[in-house]
């Protein structure tokens, strides 16, 4: 039960569906207050009239659906003339048996040349002969309407004088009231002003097309689920501008000659996988998809008959061979291979006639894309996808160039693991690029810098783990969605900027929390969004404290090692500081000027008034010590002054340079240590700039130089014995009597 008023107030209601509801009363002013109502639905509402259906004052209706009911009567109210605006009127599945001519009154009194009726599923067994003359409807729909062939012959031909824009006839597929169907029953459409007509499921082949020769003056027709045997060549001189064949089975594939044809739908058919060349010169629309059919040398006008044509639709057959460049089919707006399989597609410049392409599909096509003009042409082309096909070693190379008004391409499922550099430069008007589905690792943004308009980038299903920190900069700053789910993410502080970035293009995001990590373990399955830099910050903190203790100890290792004797001396400094000095010089040469040294130095100085005692490697050292620990510690700690003997040989030991290097840290820790250079020889300076230190040293203080003559000895040994004496305690008169007893030991020897 639905009360007066029940929907008052609802001004702005524009949709009412009361579908399955038991309905027993209607008040008259049920439906008052839907002063905007377009669609009521009344299905299966137990409605047995429309008599006493109360909508006389729903004036802006357009859509009123009564199917399912029990309605017996198809007698059309009077308050119908008070819907100017119905559009359509389902009676279909009632219980409507006859129709006779007052019930179509109104309809004579107030024309509604736009509505559609639909009588479908109707036991309709009578019409009574002119009860449709001089109406005008805009559909008029009677499918599983009668019981028999000859009721539906009769019923036919009852219409006659009704002028309708669309005719269909036929069954539905679950639905079959005709056991053989007889081309005879459609006579009466002779008699009818049919714009459009149309055929559904028709289980019994037709096998004339005599039918066709009432509807020559059509614009349209259209086969839907028929099955067609033996048919002849359709009426040339007919005047059909519009000839559908949906799901049909036909034994060959129809010869079609038409001059007035400009469209054509030859989709979903069975029973032919050969394509016939076509004659139709003034074709602009074909759709030949789903259908199995196999094409050598596609595609010329003289394929196709035509040189108008503006739409192609070849999607979902079989191979498709390309022969040709489109020839005489210079008019193309919209191509569509997708799902068939083209060969030789990628082997030249297929499309180098189709300069006003704006649509092109070939998707799927199983097409490898080795040659990189396999688009040169296409310049005005706006959309592109070729989902699902291969590039020669999974890399996108340059082949967009020339296709500067793109603003749609699609890339999505063709394994591509990378982009050749300038691969999308030209294209300034792209406005969504699909790249899902691929094998990317990173994101290399620095290919899409150019593309200012890009509003849509679909990056998802992929194998990116971040985006590099350098290549955020390039990234476009105009897409309105990005979609980023399905990929491999690391979720680690080595990717922080990047991590941070997503979360800064939220707003842009498609789908945000299904942005997962994939790694580090404990983060997978963890939307991206919940990373944390504050983590990062501190493992920073602590990599850095550690890096920074590592480098201390390795610089501590380092010094260590490098001045291990310079530390071993400091300690000697330490330890005998304070004790005697046992030699008045520790003496460092080369061994090849051991010679000199024995036969001059030691016999000069240890012989000679005051004598001094001399530390000399071959003779003072403690056997089973080390070297460096003997020069040390028998050397410097025990010694007042080094005296070093420099030469070519000195300059070319590396031991010589050690004990020098050693002597010279030893004069600095030690205040009273001096060291007395002897150069023993001309030495290069170009050798002797080797060693920058002892060159600086011998350039800044005084040294001894050997003379090997009577006055040069006489001046270098006096010199020498001066430099010892410095610090060198000793008696004049003990050193007298040695030197008087000298000559007396001599002689007793």
Known sequence: MIDDDAFQGLHHLSTLILTGNPIKNLALGAFSGLSSLQKLVAVETNLASLEDFPIRHLKTLKELNVAHNIICSFKLPEYFSSLPNLEQLDLSNNQIQSIYQEDLQILHQMPLPQLSLDLSLNPIKFIQPGAFKGITLHQLTLRNSFDSIDVMKTCIQSLAGLKIHRLVLGEFRNERNWEDFDISALEGLCDITIEEFKIVYLRDALTDVGLFNCLANVS????????????????????????????????????????????????????????????????????????????????????????????????????????????????????????????????????????????????????????????????????????????????????????????????????????????????????????????????????????????VLDVSFNNIVAFERQELQHFPSSPALLNLTQNDFACICEYQSFLQWVKDKRQFLVEDDQILCATPSHMKGIPVLNFRNTTCQMSKTIISVSVLSVLMVSLVIVLVYKFYFHLMLLAGCKKYGGGENTYDAFVIYSSQDEDWVRNELVKNLEEGVPPFQLCLHYRDFIPGVAIAANIIQEGFHKSRKVIVVVSQHFIQSRWCIFEYEIAQTWQFLSSHAGIIFIVLQKVEKSLLRQQVELYRLLSRNTYLEWEDSALGRHIFWRRLRKALLDGKPWNPEVAADAGGNQPEAAAST
């Not at 020839?327 to 300069?355: I, M, P, W, Y």
């Not at 391409?409 to 430069?425: I, K, M, N, R, T």
């Open 220 to 455: 349209a027709i259209s086969l839907v689920s028929v099955q067609i045997h033996r048919f002849k060549d359709f009426p040339k001189d007919s005047k059909w501008q519009a000839l559908e064949f949906v799901s049909c089975k036909f034994d060959q594939f129809p010869k079609l000659e038409i001059f007035s044809l400009k469209r054509l739908i030859f989709t979903a058919n069975r029973g032919s996988d050969t394509f016939v060349n076509y004659e139709l010169p003034n074709l602009e629309f074909l759709d030949l998809s789903r259908n199995g059919l196999s094409f050598k040398g596609c595609c010329s006008h003289s394929d196709l008959g035509t040189t108008r044509l503006k739409y192609l639709d070849m999607s979902y057959n079989d191979i498709i061979t390309m022969g040709s460049n489109f020839q005489g089919l210079e008019q193309l707006e919209h191509l569509d291979f997708r799902h068939s399989k083209l060969t030789r597609a990628s082997e030249f410049s297929v499309f180098l006639s189709l300069n006003k392409l704006l649509y092109l599909d070939i998707s799927y096509t199983h097409t490898q894309v080795a040659f990189h003009g396999i688009f040169d042409g296409l310049i005005s082309l706006q959309v592109l996808k070729m989902a699902g096909n291969s590039f020669q070693d999974n890399v996108l190379p340059n082949i967009l160039t020339g296709l500067a008004n793109l603003t749609f391409v699609d890339l999505s499922e063709c394994q591509l693991e990378q982009v050749s550099p300038g691969a999308f430069d030209s294209l300034l008007k792209l406005q969504v690029l699909n790249m899902s589905h691929n094998k990317f690792l990173t994101l290399d943004t620095l290919h899409y810098k150019h593309l200012y308009s890009l509003q």
